[in-house]
């Protein structure tokens, strides 16, 4: 009987770390290879229920998610605060959150040719947020991060 108590645990670690080392499904490379054909891969990243793809485009560093079908989810740059288009800063600056000091900058390409800007923010070391703006500036929606 104890016997069982130490195999069956390692056989479902075996099965999970076999199953995170599986292969990236063929079809979400040849999608992202047909959407970037100029991009480096740097790696893939597969997540048992999403492929993420880092890769360099034109010296940016950038990452693109898809599901193991290969449908495309949307692509990350991470961009400077300077870089941000002035509707979003003025959107930020009319927000409840304007006195927070934004940590990170990342532009967003959506499916159906949508761009979001999504603001890291802290306020203090436990206030932290994630603002997700349109390109008009328009708070869309936040979420808590660490």
């Known amino acids: 009987m104890k016997k069982l108590f130490v195999i069956i645990p390692s056989l479902f670690i075996a099965f999970i770390l076999n199953a995170q080392s599986s292969r990236v499904p063929e079809i979400v490379k040849e999608t992202f290879e047909n959407q970037y054909p100029k991009a480096d891969v740097q790696e893939y990243d597969d997540l ?8 360099t485009l034109d010296s940016a560093e950038m990452k693109a998610t898809y599901t193991n079908k290969g449908v495309w989810k949307g692509t990350d740059k991470d961009i400077s605060y300077s870089a941000v288009p002035t509707e979003v800063k003025d959107g930020l600056s009319k927000s409840k959150y304007a006195e927070w000091t934004v940590r990170e900058s990342t532009q967003m390409y959506l499916p159906g040719g949508a761009n ?8 203090n070391d ?3 947020k994630y603002l997700f703006f349109n390109t008009s500036g328009r708070l869309l929606r936040t979420s808590i991060t660490l």
């Open 126 to 128: 436990l206030q932290l």
């Open 48 to 55: 048992l229920v999403k492929v993420v793809v880092k890769f």
């Open 116 to 123: 979001q800007y999504r603001l890291r923010v802290k306020k």
